[in-house]
């Protein structure tokens, strides 16, 4: 039998990256953030209006926490994955850029932080204009949100 090697991100060698993927998820971690500190909670004495605030506290939460470990989980995928030696070269703080970018998802999943989110979308946004410029394009940053 022939020894084959294959390098992919995942079990297909698609060679398919892009940083839009943890962008998505990051905006979401945003948005939830928002949401969660904007919910107003009611009068412990009203049980129905309590038990709906902390049910969607609950559904908020959660949303923000599997979100901030997408966002954590694309991210490792480029830096172990996409990212090679050669790019050091370039970019000597890439493993610094990456190790700090996942752990603000660690923070944001377990913390309702406005700044620490900010701070997320900034790493993120360093790592799209690194990443496309490894590839000699220009791709514009947005967000959709």
């Not at 060679?15 to 962008?23: E, F, T, V």
């Not at 506290?57 to 994955?81: F, H, N, P, S």
Request: include cysteine; glycine fraction near 4%; charge should be negative.
């Amino acid at each position: 039998m022939k020894n084959i090697k294959a390098y992919a991100h995942c079990d297909g060698p698609c060679g398919i990256y892009d940083p839009s993927s943890a962008r998505i998820a990051g905006e979401a971690v945003v948005s939830m953030t928002n949401k969660m500190l904007g919910l107003k909670c009611p009068e412990v004495e009203n049980a129905d209006a309590m038990a709906s605030y902390l049910n969607t506290m609950g559904r908020y939460t959660t949303i923000k926490e599997e979100e901030a470990q997408r966002c954590k989980d694309e991210l490792l995928i480029l830096w172990t994955d996409y990212f090679k030696p050669q790019h050091l070269e370039s970019f000597p703080d890439l493993h610094e850029i990456f190790w700090n970018a996942a752990k603000l998802c660690s923070s944001c999943k377990v913390e309702v932080s406005v700044q620490h989110c900010g701070e997320l979308m900034e790493a993120i946004e360093k790592i799209h204009n690194i990443f496309w410029s490894t590839k000699n394009r220009e791709v514009a940053w947005y967000t959709a949100g």
